[in-house]
């Protein structure tokens, strides 16, 4: 079954750097979007992304935050100078429809530490 | 206006038992309620998802009620197992891509 992947599963960071999470959405998926999760909270939209744009963004994904798909498989969340509350887990998801009509599907996540 | 209150916030349930969750919305725009099931070290998976044109959805163990006048709706897990323990969430969306997530059940069912 297809799944989408996301590496690395794990990144620590020092505070200040930047960091850049990858994710290969499925293939045939056309909708990609990343969340986040704060240890014991709920899921957060951060963006979503179609044609090459920003469909929507949240109030979390400010200038420090940036996404890209590089080439035809990669989908990429770049932020650029961390902060101590950039700590969480981060999910890619994707999805072959738009408008909640189709399924979300969400990899396993990229858990960042920023010390 | 775009919050899914969620509760409870734990839930234990003897294996057999009903499992129940409840979420409330405000957003009247919303037409598409997912629950998502999330196993410790992985990524929210989709259990089931209900539209507010109907006000059930059953699958297998797992029903959807929704009640558009109260903006209500909720998961019953039926016969519940110990492999249903995990966290749950609810979500909904409409008129865009972006899930808005509720705070999360954690379910644990004891044999």
Redesign the interface.
């Known amino acids: 079954e297809p799944e989408v992947t996301q590496t690395p599963s794990h990144q620590v960071t020092q505070m200040g750097q930047e960091v850049i999470l990858r994710c290969v959405p499925i293939s045939n998926h056309l909708y990609f979007y990343w969340y986040r999760q704060i240890l014991g909270q709920k899921v957060e939209f951060l963006v979503s992304f179609y044609n090459n744009e920003i469909s929507e963004k949240s109030e979390i994904f400010d200038d420090q935050f940036s996404v890209e798909r590089p080439d035809g498989s990669n989908f990429t969340l770049k932020i650029r100078s961390t902060k101590l509350e950039d700590s969480a887990m981060y999910f890619c998801a994707s999805s072959e429809e738009s408008g909640g009509v189709g399924e979300q599907f969400f990899g396993p996540g990229t858990r960042l530490t920023v010390l | 206006q775009q919050q899914v209150k969620q509760s409870p916030q734990s839930l234990i349930v003897q294996k057999g038992g009903i499992s129940i969750i409840n979420c409330a919305y405000e957003n009247t725009a919303f037409?598409?309620f997912?629950w998502?099931q999330q196993f410790p070290?992985?990524?929210?998976?989709?259990l089931i998802?209900i539209r507010p044109d109907v006000s059930e959805k059953k699958e297998g163990r797992f029903t959807i009620s929704f009640n558009k006048s109260a903006k209500q709706f909720s998961l019953h897990i039926m016969d519940s197992q110990p492999g249903d323990s995990a966290t749950y969430?609810c979500?909904a969306?409409?008129?865009?891509?972006?899930?808005?997530?509720?705070?999360?059940t954690r379910l644990q069912v004891f044999p």
Do not use: M, V, W
Not at chain 2, 41 to 46: E, R, T
């Open positions: 037409d598409y997912p998502y070290g992985k990524g929210p998976a989709l998802a969430f979500a969306s409409g008129n865009t891509d972006k899930l808005i997530f509720g705070t999360g």
